[in-house]
């Protein structure tokens, strides 16, 4: 069964002023549409058809650069979308927020780690929260559509959280302002979907 482009559960214009229309249009509609089907085309009449994008991506044959780059790109945007909400912003709580607060210090401690993964990043590709067995929480960061389900990649831990850092995230509103960019996204995170995740991953 091929994978499907999944609908946003917001309008594109939902999360303005933070990130406006046009981008959440062309990077859903375009971009992420065009990795959906070129994953597709990809594992059509390979061992891949049929599999689960999370299998597809924990088994990768990282040489294969055609399912690596457009299974990346269709597993992380769909992360992307679902953890970003008109009613976002805030802070955690529950457990997510003690292991936050274990591992970073405090939110702040978090927030100003995971915005220099994200700065820093060099090019393209996405800063990251990830969760461990057992609870841990850790930050990273991965080039291009990489993403810590690949083997040797990233934190190594399931991602519950991911900041997408491609200049077509940002560039129309923002242009070369990535930290306004990074710093305006944490009025979207949808806290309550990334605890749900932490607490089904933990």
Not at 4 to 27: N, R
Not at 136 to 157: A, F, R
Request: overall charge negative; charged content about 25%.
């Amino acid at each position: 069964m091929a994978f499907e482009l999944p609908p946003l559960k917001y309008s594109f214009d939902a999360l303005e002023p933070h990130i406006d229309a046009k981008t959440m249009e062309i990077h859903h509609d375009k971009h992420h549409a065009g990795y959906t089907q070129k994953l597709n085309a990809a594992i059509e009449g390979t061992d891949n058809e049929g599999k689960t994008i999370e299998n597809i991506l924990q088994n990768l044959d990282k040489s294969n650069s055609a399912v690596r780059n457009n299974g990346g790109g269709y597993y992380n945007h769909n992360l992307f979308w679902e953890i970003m909400s008109p009613d976002g912003g805030g802070k955690p709580d529950g457990e997510l927020a003690q292991a936050i607060d274990a591992a970073y210090e405090s939110f702040d401690g978090f927030k100003e780690e995971l915005s220099k993964a994200a700065a820093t990043q060099f090019g393209s590709g996405w800063a990251w929260l990830c969760v461990h067995k057992g609870g841990k929480v850790e930050i990273c960061s991965t080039p291009n559509q990489d993403n810590p389900l690949m083997p040797g990649v990233g934190c190594g831990g399931t991602p519950i959280l991911g900041l997408d850092v491609w200049e077509h995230a940002y560039y129309l509103k923002y242009q070369n302002k990535r930290p306004d960019y990074i710093e305006a996204f944490f009025n979207v995170i949808n806290w309550k979907e990334v605890s749900a995740r932490y607490a089904q991953e933990k």
